[in-house]
């Protein structure tokens, strides 16, 4: 039957219809290499004060923060749960989180009551999702899961007018007054033609890339005993003699792993997080490099396991129980904002009257590549305590667009201390406040200030 045809009878539906298009362009394109792809109008799903993008740590407390502060506020998230690297990246280790307030202590405490193991940072995955859920909820968050950004477009004052998703439902439209990239990566920012930086300023190299999973078959006693979990560090992370036995157990199997510094996280005492791996010169935004990393993580992860598993002892029964949907990255792109944090700011304890996220982290920076030890390190900078000024948060390119989290304003160095979900949750409850004070009074957000929020 021809298309005309079928269209008459109404066998074609419109997504069928446009994937018959699409094939019938990439036929007319093929030779070469390119296909046209065919204007279509868009469905505005819907349209609200606030969108979030991102629905991590950043970006949930962005959705709650901007809900609670009397906006009609949307969540979008790609993956099929909130939480981001919390929860989809398994990250199971909560950093830099001590003596915040807001959302971050309110979380803690939800976290704490629900039985959640929240012990020296640790939390179980799956509760922090519903948690996560929970709090959105009852803020009247409108969230969608399942979900992608693909575009976003500018009017002529310099505002994103809509941006488009791709879902199970299809290509849709969504507007708002004022819009926040919690995405990590930077996303929407990019899409909405925002500038940017990525990776060291030198070389343009990126730190390594670790996927989390967590294992069944282990005793948090039986580590402790051996010393492979030696407690905590000044700066409240495992420390390093533990870390330097499990990598040495390891080679004795005939392994290196590719991180040497390999870590356990206690989130029960029969439940252990494990992170092994670095994935090396991986860029955020290349799918299929990120792809081929998340390959080949698993195979090293698996093995290694296997491998231990062989020797017996305590290794006897330990089974991966789940890896995480999405590996973990460090490092994609550093949004330029109306002020830049800078290595020199952390050197000096910078502290901003717009300051919304007081930092104690230190620079943490993984190994760019093997040859430089497969650890971690300061990179010879001493940082001092510091704030994040709300400037850094407010895109310099787009008007009605903030960030939070790791894609916010900053330098290669700054970047590596203040990157830690900690940190996050801060920065997105100072965005989402902000949004919505600029979404209800019909201002920009760079024309909010912040003594008007605090």
């Known amino acids: 039957m021809k298309r005309r045809n079928m269209i008459k009878a109404g066998l074609l539906g419109p997504f069928a ?14 030779k070469d290499g390119m296909v046209e792809e065919p204007k279509r109008s868009l469905t505005v799903v819907r ?17 709650l923060a901007a809900a609670r502060s009397g906006a009609k506020t949307t969540l979008i998230e790609l993956h099929g749960c909130l939480g981001g690297i919390w929860t989809a990246g398994l990250l199971s280790n909560i950093i830099d989180h001590e003596n915040k307030n807001g959302i971050m202590k309110e979380l803690e405490y939800r976290l704490d009551k629900s039985d959640a193991q929240f012990t020296a940072r640790k939390y179980d995955a799956e509760q922090m999702k519903w948690i996560l859920e929970e709090m959105c909820k009852e803020a009247g968050v409108e969230v969608r899961l399942h979900t992608r950004v693909t575009a976003a477009y500018q009017d002529k004052n ?20 004022v819009f926040i990239d919690a995405t990590g990566n930077g996303d929407l920012a990019a899409r909405a033609g925002c500038s940017f930086d990525l990776g060291e300023p030198e070389t343009g190299r990126v730190q ?34 533990g870390k330097k036995k499990l990598h040495a157990e390891i080679l004795k199997i005939g392994f290196d792993t590719s991180y040497s510094m390999p870590s356990f996280f206690t989130i029960r005492p029969d439940s252990i997080a494990l992170m092994m ?4 010169g991986v860029s955020a935004l290349d799918s299929d490099a990120i792809s081929k990393a998340t390959i080949e993580a698993r195979n090293e992860i698996n093995k290694v396991i296997s491998g231990l598993r062989a020797t017996g002892g305590i290794w006897s029964n330990v089974r991966i129980v789940t890896s995480a949907a999405q590996i973990g990255i460090r490092e994609g792109r550093r949004i330029h904002g109306h ?18 996220c007081n930092v104690k982290f230190s620079v943490d920076v993984h190994a760019l590549t093997k040859v430089e030890g497969g650890g971690y390190s300061n990179s010879g900078v001493k940082m001092k305590p510091y704030q994040i000024p709300l400037r850094s948060l407010i895109a310099k390119d787009v008007n009605n667009l903030m960030m939070a989290g790791r894609c916010i304003s900053g330098d290669f160095y700054a970047h590596a201390s203040y990157r830690v ?10 965005a989402g406040k902000v949004a919505a004070k600029a979404s209800l009074s019909n201002r920009v957000p760079s024309a909010v200030n912040w003594s008007e929020i605090s």
């Open 17 to 30: 219809l446009q994937n018959l298009v699409s094939f019938e362009n990439t036929l007319q394109k093929g």
């Open 47 to 63: 349209e609200t004060d606030v969108i979030v993008c991102g629905g991590g740590p950043a970006g949930f407390a962005a959705a």
């Open 158 to 177: 310099k505002k994103i007018d809509f941006i488009t998703t791709e879902s199970f439902s299809g290509r849709e439209a969504w507007k708002a007054k």
């Open 208 to 241: 390594p890339m670790s996927l989390m999973v967590i294992l069944s078959g282990l005793k948090e006693a039986d580590l402790v005993k051996e010393g492979f979990i030696l407690g905590l560090g000044k700066d409240g992370s495992p420390t390093t003699e």
């Open 277 to 280: 791996n670095h994935q090396y």
């Open 339 to 356: 002020y830049m944090l800078t290595k020199e700011d952390l050197l000096n304890g910078a502290q901003f009257p717009d300051g919304v």
């Open 421 to 430: 979900t900690g940190n996050a949750v801060p920065m997105g409850e100072a």
